[in-house]
């Protein structure tokens, strides 16, 4: 008896020593990679887009006033301007960022703090994985936590999953110890998980651009410390990581895949649906000048493979809540309108009035049945359509183009169906509310022509 009381005091003495030293000790942790050991930094396409964002700054900044005239009417707008950008400002770094990103703060990680430590151990412990501290641009440490499947015996489509690595960026509550990084380990992938800054380990506060920096030497340390090249790299962004996600696939294009799971378009219609209607002017200058996630500009300029979940029963990325039910309204969830600005600019023809009606119609199903309804209604014919892309594609000579300008020599009606057959490949409905991690077998690779 005595031996078990003392087993248990012992368990409590060790989880309580881990639970106070998760923080302290990473703190002490030396560096593993820095942004500027990638060798060459001037040719990593982060440090170029940070380069040409200066670059324009400058240009700016050095453009010729024109006339003094000119010159007094600029300097009296930015001075009647002032007080309001600076309203902005103080909203941004107070009540903005605590909103859109709650995992920041204090008492939100000390709540999660027992969790954290039981991911982290079962992760380090059960999946074997490394934990590493990486140094971004700015300076901010980031926390990271990689799980190799590489070496994993077993089927050759197992072994094939080890080969890739799956890139996890977190939602706004979101932490790599007990966030979406389980879903694609739990698949077979190997996996790289890491917190945004100012979360549990990860130093700073967590802003759009410190976001960048941060998935940018994340991506940095997987190709030049990790080993892996940049076609097995597949981004997963869920929720706010769809952010993260879509800067990184526009800034290194040549990535594997890019997997979008209960994102968005665009921030600023979910802002609004939580604040007063009196802050319009303020929520919309607050979100354009320091929370423009700006996620389907990014999305269209990556030219890879893209796959996007629509979580038929999320409450958070729709904007109307349904009158028959008091559940969220799926025809406003902002998945939609990512969908169709992405097939808008991929297949400009297609996405006509008559193809746009068409998706516009099928993004109302919310399960399988209704979607192959609309699909019979319209003919939708999958050997035409796949040859009609093949045919377009072999005209290239293989090549992924984007805009492509396929459909335009065909009929009204087989632009409808291939829109709809388009719209079936890029997205996938899941049965699940938004903060539900997604289960590993309905974890994915993106279609592929």
Same mark, same amino acid.
């Given at each position: 008896?005595?031996?078990?009381?003392?087993?248990?005091? %012992?368990?409590?003495?060790?989880?309580?020593?881990?639970?106070?030293?998760?923080?302290?000790?990473?703190?002490?942790?030396?560096?593993?990679?820095?942004?500027?050991?990638?060798?060459?930094?001037?040719?990593?396409?982060?440090?170029?887009?940070?380069?040409?964002?200066?670059?324009?700054?400058?240009?700016?900044?050095?453009?010729?006033?024109?006339?003094?005239?000119?010159?007094?009417?600029?300097?009296?707008?930015?001075?009647?301007?002032?007080?309001?950008?600076?309203?902005?400002?103080?909203? !941004?770094?107070?009540?903005?960022?605590?909103?859109?990103?709650?995992?920041?703060?204090?008492?939100?990680?000390?709540? %999660?703090?027992?969790?954290?430590?039981?991911?982290?151990?079962?992760?380090?412990?059960?999946?074997?994985?490394?934990?590493?501290?990486?140094? !971004?641009?700015?300076?901010?440490?980031?926390?990271?936590?990689?799980?190799?499947?590489?070496?994993?015996?077993?089927?050759?489509?197992?072994?094939?999953?080890?080969?890739? %690595?799956?890139?996890?960026?977190?939602?706004?509550?979101?932490?790599?110890?007990?966030?979406?990084?389980?879903?694609?380990?739990?698949?077979?992938?190997?996996?790289?998980?890491?917190?945004?800054?100012?979360?549990?380990?990860?130093?700073?506060?967590?802003?759009?651009?410190?976001?960048?920096?941060?998935?940018?030497?994340?991506?940095?340390?997987?190709?030049?410390?990790?080993?892996?090249?940049?076609?097995?790299?597949?981004?997963?962004?869920?929720?706010?990581?769809?952010?993260?996600?879509?800067?990184?696939?526009?800034?290194?294009?040549?990535?594997?895949?890019?997997?979008?799971? !209960?994102?968005?378009?665009? %921030?600023?219609?979910?802002?609004?649906?939580?604040?007063?209607?009196?802050?319009?002017?303020?929520?919309?200058?607050?979100?354009?000048?320091?929370?423009?996630?700006?996620?389907?500009?990014?999305?269209?300029?990556?030219?890879?493979?893209?796959?996007?979940?629509?979580?038929?029963?999320?409450?958070?990325?729709?904007?109307?809540?349904?009158?028959?039910?008091?559940?969220?309204?799926?025809?406003?969830?902002?998945?939609?309108?990512?969908?169709?600005?992405?097939?808008?600019?991929?297949?400009?023809?297609?996405?006509?009035?008559?193809?746009?009606?068409?998706?516009?119609?099928?993004?109302?199903?919310?399960?399988?049945?209704?979607?192959?309804?609309?699909?019979?209604?319209?003919?939708?014919?999958?050997?035409?359509?796949?040859?009609?892309?093949?045919?377009?594609?072999?005209?290239?000579?293989?090549?992924?183009?984007?805009?492509?300008?396929?459909?335009?020599?065909?009929?009204?009606?087989?632009?409808?169906?291939?829109?709809?057959?388009?719209?079936?490949?890029?997205?996938?409905?899941?049965?699940?509310?938004?903060?539900?991690?997604?289960?590993?077998?309905?974890?994915?690779?993106?279609?592929?022509?």
């Amino acid at each position: 008896m005595c031996i078990i009381c003392f087993t248990k005091a %012992l368990g409590h003495v060790f989880k309580t020593y881990l639970t106070a030293n998760y923080n302290f000790e990473f703190r002490s942790w030396p560096v593993d990679f820095r942004w500027d050991e990638a060798g060459g930094t001037e040719s990593s396409p982060g440090h170029q887009a940070a380069t040409q964002t200066t670059a324009r700054e400058g240009l700016l900044r050095s453009a010729p006033h024109g006339r003094p005239r000119t010159a007094q009417c600029n300097y009296l707008r930015k001075m009647k301007q002032l007080p309001g950008q600076l309203v902005c400002y103080m909203v !941004a770094h107070s009540l903005g960022r605590w909103l859109l990103y709650p995992g920041s703060l204090y008492f939100m990680q000390k709540a %999660l703090l027992p969790l954290l430590v039981k991911g982290q151990a079962r992760l380090l412990e059960e999946f074997h994985g490394k934990r590493a501290k990486l140094v !971004a641009r700015d300076g901010n440490e980031i926390d990271t936590m990689f799980v190799d499947r590489r070496k994993s015996s077993g089927m050759e489509e197992e072994e094939q999953r080890g080969k890739q %690595l799956v890139i996890c960026c977190e939602g706004n509550v979101g932490f790599y110890e007990v966030g979406c990084l389980s879903t694609p380990l739990e698949a077979g992938y190997s996996a790289l998980g890491w917190n945004h800054p100012g979360y549990a380990g990860s130093t700073g506060l967590p802003f759009p651009q410190n976001d960048a920096n941060a998935v940018d030497v994340v991506i940095q340390y997987a190709i030049c410390r990790l080993g892996f090249r940049v076609q097995d790299l597949i981004l997963y962004g869920w929720s706010l990581g769809g952010y993260t996600a879509t800067w990184a696939a526009k800034t290194y294009p040549e990535l594997g895949a890019l997997v979008l799971d !209960a994102t968005f378009d665009d %921030l600023l219609p979910l802002a609004l649906k939580v604040m007063p209607k009196s802050w319009h002017k303020l929520v919309v200058r607050t979100v354009r000048q320091h929370f423009n996630l700006n996620v389907a500009e990014q999305l269209c300029s990556y030219p890879g493979p893209v796959l996007l979940i629509r979580r038929t029963e999320d409450e958070v990325t729709t904007t109307r809540i349904s009158a028959a039910d008091q559940l969220a309204d799926i025809r406003s969830n902002r998945g939609n309108e990512l969908l169709l600005q992405l097939l808008k600019y991929r297949y400009p023809e297609v996405m006509s009035w008559e193809g746009e009606a068409a998706v516009r119609h099928w993004l109302r199903a919310s399960n399988p049945r209704q979607e192959e309804a609309v699909c019979r209604r319209f003919g939708v014919d999958d050997d035409w359509c796949i040859s009609k892309l093949r045919g377009y594609k072999s005209c290239l000579g293989g090549e992924d183009s984007f805009p492509c300008r396929v459909g335009k020599d065909v009929t009204p009606r087989r632009r409808q169906q291939l829109a709809l057959f388009l719209a079936r490949k890029h997205m996938k409905n899941v049965e699940a509310t938004h903060w539900s991690l997604l289960l590993p077998n309905e974890f994915q690779m993106p279609w592929k022509l």
